[in-house]
């Protein structure tokens, strides 16, 4: 089992910065991905962006240049530097992780943390 740990959300003016951070502990060394997704209220869950064991990085189309994922593997943690906030970035922020899991893949979730923009 893996446990994901969030912290970094509150209210930011548009155009501001958070940083979030996502600690992992448990069962993390088959961990082969860790991200965020997000969710606003009436929508459906979306990725946010993610970080691949080799450092490879994928991002939604909406945030590419304003945020920035990365991981410091000796401390077990993501981070998501999220800059240039716009008021439409207000959601529920979720950590997620990914594990092989026989011919798939195993996801964790943390808590989430709420990010809100105000304009």
């Known amino acids: 089992q893996v446990q994901l740990v969030e912290s970094g959300g509150g209210l930011v003016q548009a155009g501001g910065s958070l940083r979030l951070s996502c600690k992992a502990s448990?069962?993390?060394?088959?961990?082969?991905?860790m991200g965020w997704y997000r969710q606003a209220p009436g929508k459906q869950r979306e990725l946010v962006a993610t970080?691949?064991?080799?450092?490879?990085?994928i991002y939604a189309d909406s945030v590419e240049g304003r945020f920035t994922i990365s991981r410091d593997n000796a401390k077990n943690t993501v981070y998501l530097q999220m800059n240039s906030l716009k008021p439409e970035d207000t959601s529920v922020y979720y950590c997620?992780?990914?594990?092989?899991?026989?011919?798939?893949?195993?996801?964790?979730w943390g808590q989430g943390t709420q990010v809100t923009v105000s304009s």
């Open positions: 997620n992780a990914k594990e092989p899991f026989y011919s798939g893949l195993r996801e964790y």
């Open positions: 970080i691949l064991n080799g450092g490879n990085t």
């Open positions: 448990g069962s993390i060394f088959s961990i082969n991905a």
